[in-house]
C-alpha cells in the first residue's frame, strides 16, 4: 500500500492507494494547522480503509512549491516514516500534481499557487502523443504575465486559479 501526503498549501490531502488503485482519501482545509491536523488524519485515513501503518510500502509526498510550515510538516512525516520502516520515498512537484488530473483535457495545463506579493508559482505542462510533457518550468508570475504569455486555449487549475 502506498501512502501520498500533500501539505504544499492550505488545502491539504492524503490517499492510500494499492498498487496505484485509490482505496481511501481525506482533502480538507488546513490553514496553518498543519502540525496538529496531519498526524491525527493519517491514523482516521488508515482506519477508514481497515489498514495498519505497518501495511505502508510506500511513501509519496508533494515536494512544493507552496506553504514552508506545511510542506516542512508533509516532509518531515514522510521522511520520518520512510526511514523508519525503510521503505521507499518519492516526492513530486507541486505543481504537477495539480495539472496531472486535466491531462486528457488535450489542452495545456497551467497550474497556479499563490506565492504571495502579488505573484502565483506556475509551470505548463500537456499531454503530447500519450506522453506527460512540462512545456515550461515552474516559475513565478504575475496574473498579467500569465495572460499575455498564454498560448491559445489554456486550461487553468489550482489553488490560486479558484480565487479569481
Same mark, same amino acid.
Given at each position: 500500500?502506498?501512502? *501520498?501526503?500533500?501539505?504544499?498549501?492550505? !488545502?491539504?490531502?492524503?490517499?492510500?492507494?494499492a498498487?496505484?488503485?485509490?482505496?481511501? &482519501?481525506?482533502?480538507?482545509?488546513?490553514?496553518? /494547522?498543519?502540525?496538529? &491536523?496531519?498526524?491525527? *488524519? !493519517?491514523?482516521?485515513?488508515?482506519?477508514?480503509?481497515?489498514?495498519?501503518?505497518?501495511? !505502508?510500502?510506500?511513501?509519496?509526498? #508533494?515536494? @512544493?512549491? @507552496?506553504?514552508?510550515?506545511?510542506?516542512?510538516?508533509?516532509?518531515? %512525516? #514522510?521522511? @520520518?516514516?520512510?526511514?523508519?520502516?525503510? %521503505?521507499?520515498?518519492?516526492? !513530486?512537484?507541486?505543481?504537477?500534481?495539480?495539472?496531472?488530473?486535466f491531462?486528457?483535457? /488535450?489542452?495545456?495545463?497551467r497550474?497556479?499557487? +499563490? #506565492? @504571495?506579493?502579488? &505573484?502565483? #508559482?506556475?509551470?505548463?505542462?500537456?499531454?503530447?502523443?500519450g506522453?506527460?510533457?512540462?512545456? &515550461?518550468?515552474?516559475? $513565478?508570475?504575475?496574473? +498579467? +504575465?500569465?495572460? /499575455?504569455?498564454?498560448?491559445?486555449?489554456?486550461?487553468?487549475?489550482?489553488?490560486?486559479?479558484?480565487? $479569481?
Amino acid at each position: 500500500m502506498e501512502l *501520498a501526503i500533500d501539505t504544499s498549501t492550505a !488545502i491539504a490531502s492524503l490517499a492510500l492507494a494499492a498498487r496505484g488503485e485509490t482505496l481511501a &482519501e481525506l482533502t480538507w482545509h488546513t490553514e496553518l /494547522n498543519h502540525t496538529r &491536523e496531519v498526524m491525527p *488524519a !493519517i491514523q482516521y485515513l488508515l482506519g477508514s480503509a481497515k489498514a495498519s501503518s505497518s501495511s !505502508i510500502e510506500a511513501v509519496v509526498v #508533494a515536494l @512544493g512549491p @507552496g506553504s514552508f510550515s506545511g510542506l516542512r510538516v508533509g516532509l518531515s %512525516i #514522510a521522511k @520520518g516514516m520512510a526511514i523508519a520502516r525503510r %521503505i521507499p520515498l518519492v516526492g !513530486i512537484g507541486t505543481l504537477e500534481v495539480e495539472a496531472l488530473p486535466f491531462a486528457s483535457s /488535450n489542452l495545456p495545463v497551467r497550474p497556479m499557487l +499563490d #506565492a @504571495g506579493r502579488g &505573484e502565483m #508559482a506556475t509551470a505548463l505542462y500537456q499531454l503530447q502523443r500519450g506522453t506527460w510533457r512540462q512545456l &515550461e518550468v515552474e516559475r $513565478l508570475a504575475t496574473l +498579467d +504575465d500569465l495572460v /499575455n504569455d498564454c498560448p491559445k486555449a489554456t486550461l487553468f487549475c489550482g489553488e490560486r486559479a479558484y480565487q $479569481l
